[in-house]
């Protein structure tokens, strides 16, 4: 076996395939398909300060090649994911990456801080691009400036690692990645998805009680792959590809493309496994032509 290890700024990860957030629960519910703690990390569905109910349905439909989803965030609260979930994830050894989620500054601060008080929590992924709520998600991923304002107050709450998530919807991805960076995130993650819409043609309405929803799978795939390379280009910071992932081969062109670790979304819907396979990939693929998974990052590049 090569070394599958990857390091994401101070934080070294096992392996570099993570799940992806929204798409793996908070990882305890696949603990009966496959063993969590092998994975490089989960990042947890996203948390806020109070727990919430998201969207009315319908939330998710199929699309050609993808799915859209408007859920609206629904999740336990920070409180009860530290008092009911982190406990056993931390015993388990799993590789945790709090996913958080705000409609304010203050809001995004106190969750920050009091994930910064719990052990096993590796590092914190802020979700600044979310395009199904009304208030704080996608708004501060857009632009630059809040962008570096919700990326700085957060950096003072917390010690633990700062991975900041990227909208594909930012006019300008380059200067918002930047800002975060120069705002003291320590790793990026590319990208969230993209709202789209269906309309459903026997009830002539849109499909999804939101309207619109994001759109992620293989469909998003070459949008994602394009934006990290820009990205791993731009920045000096570690970044985390992530889109449309199903595949070994899907994993490797984000590696390729200079992204240090991959998160699997969407494909887990369809085979819970889907992480666990394509990190086991990835390890055959290294043993094949004699190389370490870092050996890899960027090699696409030239
Ligand atoms: C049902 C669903 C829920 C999601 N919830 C979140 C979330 O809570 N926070 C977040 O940052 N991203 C969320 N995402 C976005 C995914 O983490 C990922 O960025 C996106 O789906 C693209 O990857 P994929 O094509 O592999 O699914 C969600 C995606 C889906 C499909």
């Known amino acids: 076996m090569t070394d599958q290890q990857v390091s994401i700024g101070t934080l070294t990860l096992k392996n570099p395939v ?8 908070y990882g305890l519910e696949f603990a009966d398909f496959i063993d969590i703690a092998a994975l490089g990390g989960i990042c947890t569905k996203g948390l806020s300060l109070e727990p919430r109910a998201g969207n ?40 945790v990456i709090a996913n958080i989620f705000a409609s304010s500054i203050d809001d995004f601060v106190a969750i920050a801080d009091k994930l910064n008080q719990e052990t096993g929590v590796h590092a914190i992924e802020l979700n600044i691009s979310c395009p199904n709520v009304r208030h ?18 957060v ?3 917390t010690r633990l690692p700062l991975w900041v998530k990227m909208s594909p919807e930012a006019g300008d991805l380059v200067a918002v990645a930047r ?18 819409m269906v309309i459903d043609v026997q009830n ?9 929803g994001g759109l992620s799978g293989p469909a998003l795939r070459p949008i994602a792959v394009r934006m990290v390379w ?40 369809r085979d819970p496994t889907a992480a666990q396979r394509i990190a086991a990939g990835i390890a055959d693929f290294c043993r094949r032509h004699s190389i370490s998974a870092r050996d890899i990052i960027g090699r696409a590049r030239g």
Do not use: H
């Open 155 to 157: 950096r003072s709450a």
């Open 204 to 212: 002539l309405r849109p499909k999804l009680a939101n309207r619109t």
């Open 179 to 196: 800002a975060c960076e120069s705002s003291g995130a320590d790793a990026l993650t590319a990208i969230n998805t993209i709202r789209g």
């Open 230 to 269: 820009d990205l791993v280009g731009a920045v000096g910071i570690p970044v985390v590809g992530i889109g449309g992932i199903a595949t070994t081969r899907d994993a490797l062109e984000f590696l390729l493309a200079g992204a240090s670790a991959v998160q699997v979304g969407t494909a887990s819907f």
């Open 56 to 95: 009315p349905p319908e939330r998710i439909c199929e699309t050609p090649a993808g799915m859209l989803n408007a859920i609206g965030l629904a999740n336990v609260g920070v409180d009860a994911f530290c008092r009911d979930k982190l406990p056993r994830l931390r015993s388990a050894g799993v590789t």
């Open 136 to 153: 704080g998600g996608i708004e501060f991923g857009r632009d630059p400036a809040m962008a570096a304002q919700v990326t700085s107050a």
């Open 18 to 25: 993570l799940t992806a957030s929204g798409c793996f629960g």
